[in-house]
C-alpha cells in the first residue's frame, strides 16, 4: 500500500490543542504537580497491546511538543504500519511532569484513530480479491471528521465525499419531497456546477433503472443481498460506479464484494470502530 502522508500540521494542532486544553482544565496536571519532582526525568515506550493498523503518530508528536517542546518523542514506525502485541510504537523523554500531561491526549488519538485503521484494514483484507473498494461516510464524530477519514486512508480504505458540499447524494429523503427519482436527478443535473459528480441512492431494480435513464455518475445500491446486488450491478452494465450501503461487516463484505460492485461504504467505521489497545509504559533503564 503506498504510505499515507500526515495531515498538514495546521489542521490537525488546533484538534490536538483543543483536546489538551480539555484535559488541563483550569489547573493543569495537579496529580504530577503533587507527586512528581520538578526535575525529574522520565522516559516512556508506546506499546502495542493487541494487533491492529497504527494510525495518529503525528498528533502524539504534536501534543508532547505543544505541552513541552523539549519532550523528545521518537516515532519507531510509520502510520499504516502494523504491529503485533508487544511491538513497540514510539518513545517519549524529558520531563516526567510534562511527560504525564500529554500522556493520555497522545493516546486517546492514536488509539481512537489506530482503531479506525484496524477496521478498515480487516475490511478491506477481506475484499482484497475483488474490485470493490471499503469506503467511510459523513458518519463522524463532530470535529474530527477529517482526522477520522486520514484513518480510513491509512487502514487502506478510500474516503466518501467529506460534506455536503463536495457532491451530490440524492437519498430517499430527496426523492420523496421532490418527486420521481429520473426528474430529481436531472434537476439536481441542471443546478449543480459542471464539476459536481451526482450520486443517487435506490433500494430496488425498478427505481435504479429509472435512475439510470437520467445518467447519474454513481448509484447507492442500498440494504440490497448479494443476489439483488449481482442483479443491479448487470443492470448498470458500467453506466455508472455502483456503491453498495446497508448491513456491512467483515463477514458480510465478502458476498457483497464479489457481487461485483466498486465500492462498499461502511458508517460504522468512523463512528463506533473499536479502540486500538495500546499503552505508554515507563522504561526504568
Known amino acids: 500500500m503506498t504510505a499515507i502522508s500526515p495531515l498538514p500540521q495546521v489542521m490537525t494542532e488546533p484538534l490536538v490543542r483543543a483536546a489538551l486544553l480539555e484535559d488541563l482544565g483550569r489547573a493543569g496536571d495537579i496529580t504530577s504537580e503533587a507527586v512528581i519532582p520538578a526535575a525529574m526525568q522520565a522516559a516512556c515506550d508506546f506499546v502495542a497491546r493487541e494487533a491492529g493498523v497504527i494510525a495518529g503518530l503525528d498528533l502524539a508528536r504534536i ?7 523539549a519532550l523528545v518523542f521518537e516515532p519507531l514506525l510509520r502510520d499504516g504500519d502494523r504491529v503485533l502485541p508487544g511491538t513497540v510504537i514510539a518513545r517519549v523523554s524529558g520531563t516526567a511532569r510534562t511527560l504525564l500531561a500529554g500522556e493520555r491526549t497522545a493516546l486517546n488519538f492514536m488509539c481512537h484513530l489506530s482503531g479506525i485503521s484496524t477496521a478498515t484494514a480487516g475490511i478491506a483484507d ?3 480479491h475483488t474490485k470493490a473498494r471499503v469506503a467511510c461516510t459523513r458518519k463522524t464524530i463532530p470535529g474530527l471528521r477529517a482526522l477520522q477519514k486520514y484513518a480510513v486512508r491509512v487502514g487502506g480504505g478510500s474516503n466518501h465525499r467529506f460534506g455536503l458540499d463536495d457532491a451530490v447524494l440524492i437519498k430517499d429523503n430527496h426523492i420523496a ?6 426528474a430529481t436527478i436531472l434537476h439536481a443535473r ?29 448509484v447507492l445500491l442500498d440494504n440490497m443481498d448479494p443476489e439483488l446486488l449481482r442483479e443491479a450491478v448487470a443492470l448498470v452494465a458500467g453506466r455508472a460506479i455502483t456503491e453498495a450501503s446497508g448491513r456491512i461487516n467483515p463477514q458480510t463484505a465478502v ?3 464479489e457481487s461485483g460492485v466498486d465500492l462498499i461504504s461502511v458508517g460504522w467505521l468512523t463512528h463506533s470502530s473499536k479502540t486500538l489497545d495500546i499503552g505508554l509504559d515507563h522504561r526504568s533503564n
Request: glycine content about 4%.
Open 190 to 218: 441542471a443546478n449543480a456546477g459542471h464539476m459536481v459528480k451526482i450520486e443517487v441512492e435506490v433500494d430496488n431494480l425498478a427505481q435504479l433503472e429509472r435512475a439510470l435513464a437520467a445518467k447519474p455518475d454513481a
Open 255 to 257: 458476498p457483497i464484494a
Open 63 to 69: 501534543a508532547f511538543a505543544l505541552i513541552d517542546p
Open 126 to 128: 477481506a475484499i482484497r
Open 177 to 182: 419531497i421532490f418527486g420521481d427519482v429520473a
